[in-house]
């Protein structure tokens, strides 16, 4: 019988969170479309999101956030201070929204 190896992780240049603010300088992305290319869970991108925010405070960067909009009413989540996507509508109580997307500023 063969044993199975470990696998390999991929190869990083720098850290998670820093390949993580260079791929938000490039374009807005989902944290499900983060997740994909960093490799982590989605989960842990809004744990990692939360400490960039933190630590871009104190330099020029930050964080922006282009909110999460009802697919059924239209409605825009503008005020909300969570990372994390809404899980229903104020208005019409809809579950279909759409993901926030993340870009430095």
């Known amino acids: 019988m063969k044993q199975k190896q470990a696998p390999i992780p991929d190869q990083r240049e720098g850290t998670l969170r820093q390949s ?8 807005p992305l989902t944290a499900r479309e983060i997740s994909g290319l960093v490799g982590v ?4 991108v809004y744990t990692h999101l939360e400490h960039i925010r933190q630590s871009l405070h104190r330099e020029e960067d930050s964080l922006g956030i282009l909110p999460a909009e009802c697919r059924g009413c239209g409605f825009v989540f503008t ?9 229903r509508c104020p208005l019409c109580r809809s579950q279909s929204i759409s993901q926030p997307r993340y870009r430095l500023e």
Do not use: C, T, V, Y
Not at 20 to 27: P, V, Y
Not at 41 to 44: F, L, M
């Open 79 to 87: 005020k909300r201070d969570r990372l994390k996507r809404p899980g």
């Open 20 to 27: 993580m603010i260079a791929l938000l300088r490039q374009s």
């Open 41 to 44: 869970s989605e989960r842990e």
